[in-house]
C-alpha cells in the first residue's frame, strides 16, 4: 500500500509509486509519501539531521515493514534544473532513491547500482 498525501499547493506528477514501492520494498510494505512545503522540510532536516535547510528528500524506516518517505517538490523543481532532469524525472529518481534506503542501502555504490536498475525499469 502507498499512502500519497500532499500538503503543498502545487500539482504532483503522475508517476507509478506504488509499482516502483512493490518493486523494492515489496507488496506488503506500508509506505506513506508525504509532499510537503520548504520550511516543513527544513523543519524535519533540522529535528532529524541537524541541518538547518530545506532538504528534497527524508525517509523514514518506522518499522520492518512501513516506512515515510517526504519531498519537497520547491527543492526539487530547483534540483531538477540543476541536473538536467525534467521535475517528473526528478520526482521518480527522489522516490527510487528514498526506497532505497527503505530497503537499507547507504550512499555508496552498491545503493546507485540498485537505484539505475530500478530507474530503468520505470524509465526514470
Avoid: W
Avoid at 1 to 12: A, E
Avoid at 44 to 59: F, M, Q, V, Y
Avoid at 108 to 113: P, R, S, T
Amino acid at each position: 500500500m502507498v499512502s500519497i498525501v500532499n500538503k503543498t499547493k502545487g500539482k504532483l506528477p503522475r508517476l507509478p509509486f506504488k509499482q516502483m514501492k512493490d518493486a523494492v520494498l515489496g507488496k506488503k510494505y506500508n509506505l506513506s509519501l508525504v509532499f510537503v512545503s520548504k520550511k516543513t522540510s527544513q523543519k524535519l532536516n533540522k529535528k532529524h539531521r541537524g541541518k538547518n535547510s530545506p532538504t528534497d528528500i527524508l525517509s523514514f524506516s518506522l518499522e520492518k515493514t512501513e516506512g515515510e518517505i517526504v519531498i519537497n517538490p520547491d527543492s526539487a523543481k530547483t534540483k531538477a534544473v540543476a541536473h538536467d532532469r525534467t521535475y517528473q524525472n526528478y520526482i521518480g529518481f527522489l522516490f527510487i532513491h528514498g526506497l532505497c534506503h527503505l530497503k537499507g542501502f547507504d550512499h555508496g555504490d552498491a545503493m546507485e547500482k540498485a537505484e539505475a536498475k530500478i530507474r530503468k525499469t520505470f524509465k526514470i
